[in-house]
Antibody, heavy 121, light 111 residues
């Protein structure tokens, strides 16, 4: 059974940093692109970024709203995905989901339960 | 302001057929596949339709997707109370807006 479990969310002050993790199981993690999607309270879904697999050189892409502040990485030996968030702003407050991707398109076939990040002073 | 435009709300009675629209442009829906997600209250999104009109295993055939030009639609027939949820369309975008764009979401109420 495919499982994605996020962790690392919490309260952080504006300008601070936080690192989210996503533990994957039940599939060959190294084969897949992995994405982060967020949802601000009461709002819609917003794509954050993705990391491709080893076959595609682990290249990453980011939404304009987080580019230069957020970094996505992965450790295939630990079946884990990470989101390093720096220079956090109040508008980064959201539930952050990791999602398994089936290729280049927004084909997210499995999602984690999400972890809440609150940026507030 | 979302790149893909959806109506904020839709409603229907049990047994009815409801459609939810998703409008985009030539850089997203016009040249790429459309995906639909269902988000039940308090849960993570779930893939409902992929590649415009394909259903993942386990999704009832009451749900169907279509695409024409720069617009797409999700249709739900035989509406049931458990269909009450938020629905999002998504697509790859070849412009600077991308690469992945979502619609703003449509809240479906079953009356």
């Amino acid at each position: 059974e495919v499982q994605l479990v996020e962790s690392g969310g919490g309260l952080v002050q504006p300008g601070g940093s936080l690192r989210l993790s996503c533990a994957a199981s039940g599939f060959t993690f190294s084969d897949h692109y992995m994405d982060w999607v967020r949802q601000a309270p009461g709002k819609g879904l917003e794509w954050v970024g993705r990391t491709r697999n080893k076959a595609n050189s682990y290249t990453t892409e980011y939404a304009a709203s987080v580019k230069g502040r957020f970094t996505i990485s992965r450790d295939d030996s630990k079946n884990s995905l990470y989101l390093q968030m720096n220079s956090l702003k109040t508008e980064d407050t959201a539930v952050y989901y990791c999602a398994r991707s089936r290729g280049s398109y927004p084909h997210f076939d499995y999602w984690g339960q999400g972890t809440l990040v609150t940026v507030s002073s | 302001q979302s790149v893909l435009t959806q109506p904020p709300s839709a409603s229907g009675t049990p047994g009815q057929r409801v459609t939810i629209s998703c409008s985009g442009s030539s850089s997203n829906i016009g040249s790429n596949y459309v995906y639909w997600y269902q988000q039940l209250p308090g849960t993570a999104p779930k893939l409902l339709i992929y590649r415009n009109n394909q259903r993942p295993s386990g999704v009832p055939d009451r749900f169907s997707g279509s695409k024409s030009g720069t617009s797409a639609s999700l249709a739900i027939s035989g509406l049931r109370s458990e269909d009450e949820a938020d629905y999002y369309c998504a697509a790859w975008d070849d412009s600077l807006s991308g690469p992945v764009v979502f619609g703003g979401g449509t809240k479906l109420t079953v009356l």
